[in-house]
């Protein structure tokens, strides 16, 4: 099973900061993978599909970016409402659409 | 405007059975995948399966197979989550979620949709 790991697991920063997340597949994925963000007590949302295709209604600060192992997530410019946990998931097998661990971002 | 509303928070004891359900509106229920997630206390998003209420298929992860057993009834626009002996490692959020599909149009993808989530409480 391919497994997807997710860097760091948690992260502090200030507002207006460039916050990069990391997620890296135990095999190669093509740019079959999505990003999601889950705010406290909230449903999860979608992000990110494609790898860097931003899901309508998103803000423009965020972005992605990789193909095959190594795939990133970016919030160019950090503001106080983007304080969640950010997933990626793969999506190259019907058999397992799994989930990286998570990573927690909050604010300085 | 698409919608998935799922049944209400239960509380059960360990040995009970449960079936969890996740209604769809404003789409073709038919014609998405829709799949489950589990979201223990204070842990991360779980892959359960996922169901194409068109015809039935389902796939479950490795780690969830054996464990529930996921249906659909296309008649009514529901999917389903079920126990047939819960446990007290079942308590969490469990959310349905409509899959989009990948480039090549025919595999589910990535969840585009998510219902408001069921929570699960196994408790004697």
């Known amino acids: 099973d391919i497994q997807m790991t997710q860097s760091p697991s948690s992260l502090s920063a200030s507002v207006g900061d460039r916050v990069t997340i990391t997620c890296r597949a135990s095999q190669g994925i093509s740019n079959y993978l999505a990003w999601y963000q889950q705010k406290p007590g909230k449903v999860p949302k979608l992000l990110i599909y494609a790898a860097s295709t931003l899901q309508s209604g998103v803000p423009s600060r965020f972005s992605g970016s990789g193909s095959g192992t190594d795939f990133t997530l970016t919030i160019s410019s950090l503001q106080p409402e983007d304080v969640a946990t950010y997933y990626c998931?793969?999506?190259?097998?019907?058999?397992?659409?799994?989930f990286g661990g998570g990573t927690k971002v909050e604010i300085k | 405007e698409v919608q998935l509303v799922q049944s209400g928070a239960e509380v059960k004891k360990p040995g009970e059975s449960l079936k969890i359900s996740c209604k769809g509106s404003?789409?073709?229920?038919?014609?998405?995948?829709i799949g489950w997630v589990r979201q223990m206390p204070g842990k991360g998003l779980e892959w359960m399966g996922i169901?194409?209420?068109?015809?039935?298929?389902?796939r479950y992860s490795p780690s969830f197979q054996g464990q529930v057993t996921i249906s659909a009834d296309k008649s009514i626009s529901t999917a389903y989550l079920q126990w047939s002996s819960l446990k007290a490692s079942d308590t969490a959020m469990y959310y349905c979620?409509?899959?989009?599909?990948?480039?090549?149009?025919?595999?589910?993808?990535?969840?585009?949709?998510w219902g408001q989530g069921t929570l699960v409480t196994v408790s004697s």
């Open positions: 404003g789409y073709s229920f038919t014609s998405y995948w």
């Open positions: 169901i194409y209420p068109g015809d039935s298929d389902t």
């Open positions: 979620a409509r899959a989009e599909y990948d480039s090549s149009g025919y595999y589910p993808a990535y969840f585009d949709y």
């Open positions: 998931q793969k999506y190259n097998s019907a058999r397992a659409l799994t």
